[in-house]
DNA sequence: ACCTGAACACCGTTCAAGT
DNA sequence: ACCTGAACACCGTTCAAGT
């Protein structure tokens, strides 16, 4: 095990390359949550001193924004044998699914994507998407907005489920039943509610409205070109 | 200025409610953002120890939670004279505001909004109403999620939003076209997007999306009982 | 260019002690 | 019950110095 012949240069000089370091900041995420990432221990677990990091990143900052880029999934090449929200569906589902089995970076997903050139790509290929699909351009905007949220909201709302499990075995079944008739009588279904599908029914609502909204089905009331009401 | 005949009594003793002490960190909050509220911050603003602190609340936890209690809008009565998607719209809307109007809040919002009661006391009333408009137990436990991850996206996305203003003028604007072919030429629309408007335009799709999962209209292919596709 | 070590200005929380 | 003061175990970041 202890051989002679070393591939790196000795002495108190090893190397990194970015990715290292993010990768090994993941698995602190990982192990540790949101909280637990910090350059000193990100430090301590590749043997270097916290000042040896800002060499690699300019600030913890910096190396948020990197972490964010790694995990966001490229968006795949469109694919002509399938429809556009069949496409898109997929897509954000995979977005979805990188950011909560990544416990710790949903928080980082939060604070940063405004400004991700990783999330400018997501972007890109869903304006894309809602383009092919027939919407008008102020359509396509407000649906790739409302997208945006709706992915944020399950992203964040899960981390935070997974990081923080049930208090107690079921919350909700404990409420009293004077102050919270119905939701106490729905007790069960909503412990049984499972992450996955209620994202996707969500996910579904929002792109079935979208498909009346491009006008591939007749859609009585859409919201749409109705204006606001007041 | 200075007289006599203290109305409270003399010495190094004041005394706070709970209430108090949670207004002066709201107002820390919109001065210095969600990273600027600290217990030590807090206690020198009201002129006392960090530790005095722990005499109100058993942790910057515990006052953290006191404060997403404190910033979420209690549901008003049911209105029989207002429909049940009106209502639905109107009160997201408030919660909405409340937590973009109060900068720093947002992020407590996302942190603990799953453990408070006020939030149970929300999903209470959007349950009223969602069984209200005909949905069945399923379908109404799966719109609430619907809601809820829309509502947090909402909340996340602007609150970061203000909290980070454009770092250019218009990031989009300025993106290679030859990557971003199509967001770059919606960055004119794109930066023009009105946040109260772009939720607004997302809540609406779901509401009309529910509204005919509810059977108020008719709804060709909803994905409700179609199950998933895959 | 990469790294150490010490320091600075912060954190939340706890202990011991005062009134 | 409420509060002080000191301490503990952390932070991100910076300075000065080494190779």
């Given at each position: 095990?202890?051989?002679?012949?070393?591939?790196?240069?000795?002495?108190?000089?090893?190397?990194?390359?970015?990715?290292?370091?993010?990768?090994?900041?993941?698995?602190?995420?990982?192990?540790?949550?949101?909280?637990?990432?910090?350059?000193?221990?990100?430090?301590?677990?590749?043997?270097?001193?916290?000042?040896?990091?800002?060499?690699?990143?300019?600030?913890?900052?910096?190396?948020?924004?990197?972490?964010?880029?790694?995990?966001?999934?490229?968006?795949?090449?469109?694919?002509?044998?399938?429809?556009?929200?069949?496409?898109?569906?997929?897509?954000?589902?995979?977005?979805?699914?990188?950011?909560?089995?990544?416990?710790?970076?949903?928080?980082?997903?939060?604070?940063?994507?405004?400004?991700?050139?990783?999330?400018?790509?997501?972007?890109?290929?869903?304006?894309?998407?809602?383009?092919?699909?027939?919407?008008?351009?102020?359509?396509?905007?407000?649906?790739?907005?409302?997208?945006?949220?709706?992915?944020?909201?399950?992203?964040?709302?899960?981390?935070?489920?997974?990081?923080?499990?049930?208090?107690?075995?079921?919350?909700?079944?404990?409420?009293?039943?004077?102050?919270?008739?119905?939701?106490?009588?729905?007790?069960?279904?909503?412990?049984?509610r499972n992450?996955e599908e209620s994202t996707r029914y969500g996910l579904d609502l929002i792109?079935?409205?979208?498909?009346?909204?491009?006008?591939?089905?007749?859609?009585?009331?859409?919201?749409?070109?109705?204006?606001?009401?007041?």
């Open positions: 095990m202890s051989s002679q012949a070393p591939r790196t240069p000795p002495g108190p000089r090893p190397r990194f390359s970015q990715d290292e370091l993010l990768d090994e900041a993941l698995t602190i995420l990982a192990i540790d949550g949101p909280d637990g990432l910090s350059l000193r221990r990100l430090a301590s677990r590749v043997g270097v001193t916290a000042r040896a990091l800002y060499c690699y990143f300019d600030s913890k900052d910096a190396l948020e924004a990197a972490l964010v880029e790694r995990v966001m999934p490229v968006p795949p090449p469109l694919d002509p044998d399938r429809s556009w929200h069949e496409q898109l569906r997929t897509y954000v589902m995979r977005i979805h699914d990188a950011f909560v089995d990544q416990p710790g970076a949903a928080r980082l997903f939060a604070a940063r994507s405004a400004r991700s050139t990783a999330m400018d790509h997501v972007r890109e290929y869903l304006l894309t998407l809602l383009v092919q699909a027939g919407l008008s351009h102020p359509d396509a905007i407000a649906a790739l907005g409302t997208l945006s949220r709706y992915l944020m909201g399950c992203v964040v709302i899960e981390a935070e489920r997974r990081a923080n499990p049930d208090p107690d075995i079921n919350r909700i079944a404990v409420l009293p039943s004077a102050e919270f008739p119905v939701l106490g009588s729905f007790a069960d279904e909503y412990a049984a992450s792109v079935s409205a979208l498909r009346h909204v491009a006008g591939e089905a007749t859609y009585p009331d859409s919201p749409i070109k109705r204006g606001r009401r007041s």
